[in-house]
């Protein structure tokens, strides 16, 4: 058991064990629970859950129980739901559960070795898993709560017995998830150990111990010459689980005796303890008072068996007492006479009334109603003088039950006494052998002292340990106020950074507004160049009606398309801000010098690439006749106005301003989406280019393209 006066390690831990119903996983849950656990019971034998969890309470322990086949995941899961409904959470999880079946190695079934695994083995992991999971999640919300995880092997992960390959095998394969677990969960502070019980007194080992040779071979492989305790193996649990293990994880604790470092037998430790105490054992009182003390014992344990069964009794007794006091109490308000003499008495007057008395109709009717009335207080009255008996009988039940548990508790005192009484005895006695026993009373003064000596040093290793968790707090506290600080200096800093930065481009921006000129002067330069370049086309080129209409009609383009003589196109660069109107050769230029007094004729214009980039650019109808170029100086005037008006707004607001002609910011601002608008080509048809062909030289080619809906077909 625990220490008296050590500080609880694991105060408010929340902690899961299986196969806790009894034997090592009950230990475990009661020194967890002693720790300051909140435990788990889970098993599926539920009788004997509720038996622990009962036993634990009454000892202080926080704990509950719960249903669960840690083969099934389902199951499982629902166990970690439980834990975190009743309790917050899960810290703390004892993979406990175990099975062994027995057979030779060539006669053992598919389906024990299948069900030892799943149960050993799968159900480990399952658990491990599942109860990580939600420790990942805490840690998550919670960080450096973290968890542990503690795996129950055996020193036959490493030991061989034939007789049990599926449990070997199975403890084996734990000792290796165990340190894969530990390896995978480290980064979430999750640590994860397996503890290899030896011999252990256990239910199991427990028949063994009654045979006296099968003992002795199991302590001759035993150094420390005797079989271990459970709760020295909860206490390794509660040790893994708390902060004094923070260091260790991946590991297997072995806690054999010395069984798996001894190379040998050992028979001669219990035969020399049995030499040494066999001139005591050689008399006769000393096994008397030992055969009366185990039967004081088993006295002890039958009369506390009858002393509950009582006690239940008197239980059952109180609750049906009480019920009937509750009804015998109603009854009683609703009865107002005490003796069915009265009731008769009350009967006989009001039928005399009835029969010989002058009533009216409605009084001879409220008379017969008293009637009935009074026969049901009589039927009333019989219930309640029946209930009354009874609860007369039953307090004379509980009264009895009383006695025979104040005779129990007599009985026991008085075992109790005689247990002393016969312990003094015996104790007397090994002081007076104290010659005969070979010195095995100084060796017991020298252990005594040794207990004595290792439980101050204990005492110690828990002051400093305690010493060790508060300055460890004291770190972890002083490392989250130094995150916290470094957190904010962070945030500080960035801020700061991205002041400046702010104050850096307002900086830019303005020297950038400084540097960058009018606003919106390419669009207007861009208005006045288009302006002054149409202005010479606003003298028509005059024709002869005669010479018109002797021309030769172009034939049918074919699918939209036309290709012109070389001689007819233009010769100037394409590229160039230079075009003018579509002229003939000599012939033509005779002609039309005779046909100077005719009536002007309307004339196609031809333009460059780049003059129908600028004329989209600044969304105004390309003027392809000459008839249209005063409407086009019109719109470019139009449109030049504009930009002036948006060039003052713009200096009176101060804003960025986006050219509208590219779409690219003019002063240090970001360029706004705009919708393309399609190119204006107005109800003419022609177009002129020139397009350059793969290599050196330069190819002219006239192409006139037949616009519809005022889009360019594709070339």
């Not at 007794?317 to 008769?344: H, N």
Request: proline letters at 3%; glycine letters at 8%.
């Amino acid at each position: 058991m625990l220490v008296a006066g050590v500080a609880q390690r694991l105060l408010g831990k929340v902690a899961i064990v299986t196969g806790a119903a009894r034997g090592i996983g009950l230990a475990c849950a009661s020194c967890l629970g002693h720790e300051g656990c909140k435990v788990v019971i889970a098993d599926v034998d539920d009788d004997a859950s509720a038996k622990a969890v009962q036993q634990l309470q009454l000892e202080g322990v926080i704990a509950s129980a719960a249903h669960c086949d840690v083969t099934s995941k389902h199951e499982v899961e629902e166990l970690v739901s439980h834990a975190v409904q009743q309790y917050g959470g899960v810290d703390i999880m004892v993979a406990n559960a175990g099975i062994v079946k027995g057979a030779d190695f060539l006669e053992m079934s598919e389906a024990d070795f299948d069900a030892v695994i799943n149960v050993n083995l799968k159900g480990v992991f399952l658990c491990g898993q599942i109860a990580a999971q939600q420790m990942v999640e805490q840690n998550r919300h919670t960080p450096g709560r973290g968890g542990a995880v503690i795996n129950m092997s055996s020193v036959n992960a490493v030991m061989a017995i034939p007789s049990i390959a599926g449990y070997n095998a199975s403890k084996g394969g734990v000792n290796n998830l165990t340190r894969c677990m530990a390896l995978s969960l480290a980064p979430h502070n999750i640590r994860v150990n397996a503890i290899g019980p030896g011999s252990i007194m256990t239910p199991v080992l427990a028949a063994v111990a009654n045979d006296r040779a099968a003992m002795n071979r199991v302590l001759s492989r035993t150094p420390m010459g005797r079989v271990g305790d459970p709760f020295e193996i909860g206490q390794i649990a509660s040790f893994l689980a708390s902060d004094a293990a923070s260091y260790i994880t991946g590991q297997v604790l072995y806690a054999d005796g010395g069984r798996m470092a001894l190379n040998y037998v050992v028979p001669a430790i219990k035969d020399e303890v049995e030499a040494r105490q066999s001139a005591r054992r050689s008399g006769g009182a000393h096994q008397a008072l030992r055969d009366r003390l185990q039967q004081l014992r088993g006295d002890w344990n039958a009369e506390l068996a009858k002393k509950q069964g009582i006690r239940a009794q008197l239980e059952d007794a109180s609750a049906s007492r009480s019920k009937l006091a509750s009804e015998v109490k109603g009854m009683k308000s609703s009865i107002q006479y005490t003796t069915p003499a009265q009731i008769d008495e009350l009967i006989v007057r009001l039928e005399d009334r009835q029969r010989h008395g002058n009533l009216s109709t409605a009084e001879e009717r409220r008379t017969l109603a008293e009637i009935e009335k009074a026969k049901t207080s009589r039927k009333a009255l019989g219930e309640y003088a029946a209930r009354m008996e009874k609860l007369s009988s039953n307090d004379a039940a509980h009264t009895s039950i009383r006695d025979d548990l104040r005779a129990c508790d007599a009985r026991l005192a008085a075992i109790k006494e005689q247990e002393e009484k016969a312990r003094a005895e015996l104790a007397a006695l090994r002081e007076g052998d104290s010659e005969s026993s070979n010195g095995l009373g100084e060796l017991f003064k020298e252990r005594d002292l040794l207990r004595d000596t290792n439980k101050e040093i204990y005492e110690k290793i828990c002051e400093m340990r305690a010493a060790y968790k508060a300055e460890n707090d004291k770190y972890w506290e002083e490392e989250k106020a130094f995150r916290d600080w470094y957190r904010e200096d962070k945030k500080r800093k960035n801020d700061k950074f991205l002041a400046e930065k702010a104050e850096r481009d307002a900086q830019r921006k303005a020297i950038m507004r400084e540097t960058a000129g009018e606003p919106y002067n390419k669009e207007v330069a861009m208005c006045e160049q288009l302006a002054v370049y149409l202005a010479k086309f606003k003298a028509p080129v005059a024709v002869t009606a005669a010479a018109a209409s002797s021309a030769a009609a172009p034939a049918a383009p074919p699918e939209g398309y036309k290709v012109f003589k070389k001689s007819d196109v233009e010769d100037d660069n394409i590229l160039s801000l230079s075009s003018g109107v579509k002229r003939g050769g000599k012939k033509a230029r005779g002609r039309a010098g005779e046909r100077k007094d005719d009536k002007p004729a309307e004339a196609k214009l031809v333009h460059t690439m780049d003059m129908l980039g600028a004329f989209s650019a600044l969304r105004v109808e390309v003027p392809l006749t000459t008839s249209r170029v005063p409407v086009a100086l019109e719109a470019l005037e139009a449109r030049r106005q504009h930009y002036l008006a948006k060039r003052a707004q713009a200096k009176e607001s101060g804003e960025d301003v986006v050219e509208e002609a590219n779409g690219r910011p003019a002063q240090n601002g970001h360029a706004k989406p705009r919708s393309q608008k399609p190119l204006e080509l107005g109800n003419a048809d022609t177009v002129v280019v020139r397009i350059s062909a793969t290599g050196d030289a330069e190819v002219p080619v006239a192409v006139q393209l037949l616009c519809q809906d005022n889009e360019f077909p594709a070339l």
